[in-house]
């Protein structure tokens, strides 16, 4: 199983991005899937997730939106508003079930999205 990002890049404040993660492998269903995010320095912390119900950290609520396309195993953040202090290496989560045994997380590689003010 494998998570693929796409989508970062550089932008100016107020700009928007769209990013996508495709999850792609022996896979039986998907279960809770988000978007993690590191700056330089930090810890990786959650921004925003979707499952059953979809979550936010209050930083980036009424800016992005999450969703996904179960037909694909694509999930998508679209990104608007965006400001300087959203700069930082995003990561796609997933919990994948592979077979009727085995479960678990995986991790993307990461996109590099950039806010120049």
């Known amino acids: 199983v494998q998570l693929v990002e796409s989508g970062g890049g550089l932008v100016q404040a107020g700009g928007s991005l769209r990013l996508s993660c495709v999850a792609s492998?022996?896979?039986?269903?998907?279960?809770?899937m988000g978007w993690y995010r590191q700056a330089p320095g930090k810890s990786r912390d959650v921004v925003a997730t979707i499952g059953r119900t979809t979550n936010y950290t209050d930083s980036v609520k009424g800016r992005f939106t999450i969703s996904r396309d179960n037909a694909k195993n694509t999930m998508y953040l679209q990104m608007n508003s965006l400001k300087p202090e959203d700069t930082a290496v995003y990561y796609c989560?997933?919990?994948?079930?592979?077979?009727?045994?085995?479960?678990?997380?995986?991790w993307g590689q990461g996109t590099q999205v950039t806010v120049s003010s």
């Open positions: 989560y997933a919990h994948i079930r592979s077979s009727w045994w085995q479960s678990k997380d995986y």
């Open positions: 492998g022996s896979i039986l269903s998907i279960n809770d």
